[in-house]
């Protein structure tokens, strides 16, 4: 069955770093899109960031865009976001994604990672 | 940028029709999908393409889109149905393929 489980998520102080992971299995990883998406504590859904099955397409939100960076290895099935510049207003649980299907769903989500910022 | 407007929240008895409205300027051009979240859980896909459901979603779970409103319609709501719902479009007015989301939906079953 497909799983994502996402890995790397803390407390760090603004300004700071920080490398999430995706570890993906029980599917093809090399053949989906991927996505990062966060929800704020107690706010809707955000969309981060999307990257194609090559790693060749790559889009970000204007709000993470020159601070962040998606990746994928797919010789690892792994996904990852680097968080640079980190900003009080980046604290969120972030979710992992699978791009799916012709609609382009998100049809599995990992089960989160929640990232802290604060001093 | 796409703007998405949904009811921050919804109430209905169990047993009766729960319509959670999903507002966008020309949706129905649009390929909608609705997501259910539950309280410390990662959204869950219940509708796609403004109706179709994806294997092991009820069929009380569906969905319409005409117009400039898409709509997540759940019959003989159920106490487990209580959760955010989110509705959601990839819209490509600018120069890529933007992911969009509604601010969400709280259903309350009374």
């Known amino acids: 069955q497909v799983q994502l489980v996402e890995s790397g998520g803390g407390l760090v102080k603004p300004g700071g770093s920080l490398r999430l992971s995706c570890a993906a299995s029980?599917?093809?990883?090399?053949?989906?899109?991927m996505s990062w998406i966060r929800q704020a504590p107690g706010k809707g859904l955000e969309w981060v960031s999307y990257?194609?099955?090559?790693?060749?397409?790559?889009y970000y939100a204007d709000s993470v865009k020159g601070r962040f960076t998606i990746s994928r290895d797919n010789a690892k099935n792994s996904l990852y976001l680097q968080m640079n510049s980190l900003r009080a207003e980046d604290t969120a649980v972030y979710y992992c994604?699978?791009?799916?299907?012709?609609?382009?769903?998100?049809?599995?989500w990992g089960q989160g990672t929640l990232v802290t910022v604060s001093s | 940028s796409y703007v998405l407007t949904q009811p921050p929240s919804v109430s209905v008895a169990p047993g009766q029709t729960a319509r959670i409205t999903c507002g966008g300027n020309?949706?129905?051009?649009?390929?909608v999908h609705w997501y259910q979240q539950k309280p410390g859980q990662a959204p869950v896909l219940v509708v796609y393409?403004?109706?179709d459901r994806p294997s092991g979603i009820p069929e009380r779970f569906s969905g319409s889109n005409s117009g400039n409103t898409a709509t997540l319609t759940i019959s003989r709501v159920e106490a487990g149905d209580e959760a955010d719902y989110y509705c959601?479009?990839?819209?490509?007015?600018?120069?890529?393929?933007?992911?969009?989301f509604g601010g969400g939906t709280k259903l309350t079953v009374l």
């Open positions: 994604a699978r791009v799916g299907g012709s609609y382009r769903t998100f049809d599995y």
């Open positions: 029980g599917f093809t990883f090399s053949d989906y899109y």
């Open positions: 990257i194609s099955s090559s790693g060749s397409t790559i």
């Open positions: 020309n949706i129905g051009s649009k390929s």
């Open positions: 393409d403004d109706s």
């Open positions: 959601q479009v990839w819209d490509s007015s600018s120069d890529f393929l933007d992911v969009v």
